[in-house]
Every structure is written in C-alpha cells, then in structure tokens.
C-alpha cells in the first residue's frame, strides 16, 4: 500500500523509478503473487508513461491494464479516500517538519559557500547569524550575497545591515 501511494504521488518518473526499484528490493520474487505484483506495477509505470516503455512492449499489457483500473472496486475507493486523508494529515503534520528541515539544509550551504569563498571564520560568523533566519527570501539573498560580495567583511556587514539574521 506505502509502495502504491509513493508511485501515486511521486512528483517526477525519476522518482517513480527509483520507487519501482526499492519495490524489486522489497519482494521476495520466488513467490508468483510478488512476481505478477511488480509486473503489475511495471505494466502500470509503462502504461501512464510511455516514453519509458521497452522495446518489446506489448500493447495487449496496455488494454488490460485500462480495464483494470475501469473496474474501481470499493476497496480501491475507499483506499482513495483513504489516501487523500493521509495526504492531508501528512501534509499538516510534515509540512512543518519539512520547512524546518529545508531552511536548516540551505544555511549548511549558505555557511559552506561562505567558509569556501571566505574562509572558516566567516563561515561561523554568518552561520551563528543565519541560525534564526526563518524566510526563505532572505537565505536567498545571502545566497546572492556570497556572490557578490568582495570580502567576508562585506557579507557580513550587508546581512547585519540588511536585517537578515532575524526572523
């Protein structure tokens, strides 16, 4: 079920690939239900992406797969709605999670490139100032900052003059 959501969901067919690809990891193939199983979920990526498909593509797979998915049971109604629910409620939940976690990732980097451009004391300087910074804007600026700016004096100085490093 996890496994059929994340396809669902993925947001590119890269990520839909390496999905598939965890999924093979997960299942035991000498058992025939697992085998058709991934099959189906092979058959079903190809279906909905062509562009993916192998040479020997069979488009009987194609015709049988859209008669599947014409013959909604409850069960896979039910497990829609039930995917939504859990879409919402992870999204309320993670989603906070989520921005805490990309604003901590992106200064790591703002302080990464600023210890490469300007060196170490700079970079802990400017990280203990980015360390309340919670708008994204602003991280970007410093971003464009580090860029421009001719010495870590400077950086420093145009994020303190700026008001970047509070919230």
Request: some cysteine; aromatic content about 8%; charged content about 30%.
């Given at each position: 079920?996890?496994?059929?959501?994340?396809?669902?969901?993925?947001?590119?067919?890269?990520?839909?690939?390496?999905?598939?690809?965890?999924?093979?990891?997960?299942?035991?193939?000498?058992?025939?239900?697992?085998?058709?199983?991934?099959?189906?979920?092979?058959?079903?990526?190809?279906?909905?992406?062509?562009?993916?498909?192998?040479?020997?593509?069979?488009?009987?797979?194609?015709?049988?797969?859209?008669?599947?998915?014409?013959?909604?049971?409850?069960?896979?109604?039910?497990?829609?709605?039930?995917?939504?629910?859990?879409?919402?409620?992870?999204?309320?939940?993670?989603?906070?999670?989520?921005?805490?976690?990309?604003?901590?990732?992106?200064?790591?980097?703002?302080?990464?490139?600023?210890?490469?451009?300007?060196?170490?004391?700079?970079?802990?300087?400017?990280?203990?100032?980015?360390?309340?910074?919670?708008?994204?804007?602003?991280?970007?600026?410093?971003?464009?900052?580090i860029v421009d700016s001719e010495t870590g004096e400077?950086?420093?100085?145009?994020?303190?003059?700026?008001?970047?490093?509070?919230?």
């Open positions: 079920m996890a496994a059929l959501a994340r396809l669902i969901f993925a947001k590119s067919y890269v990520d839909a690939i390496g999905l598939l690809g965890e999924v093979r990891g997960w299942l035991d193939f000498g058992d025939e239900d697992e085998t058709r199983l991934f099959q189906c979920y092979l058959d079903w990526f190809h279906a909905t992406a062509p562009e993916f498909r192998p040479r020997d593509w069979n488009p009987e797979r194609e015709r049988k797969l859209e008669e599947l998915m014409a013959e909604q049971s409850i069960l896979q109604r039910n497990n829609e709605r039930w995917l939504e629910g859990y879409r919402r409620d992870a999204f309320a939940e993670g989603h906070t999670d989520g921005r805490r976690e990309g604003l901590a990732h992106e200064r790591a980097l703002l302080v990464q490139l600023a210890v490469r451009r300007f060196g170490a004391d700079t970079g802990r300087r400017l990280k203990a100032r980015l360390r309340v910074v919670e708008d994204p804007g602003h991280l970007e600026r410093v971003g464009v900052l400077q950086l420093l100085g145009t994020v303190d003059g700026a008001g970047m490093n509070s919230s």
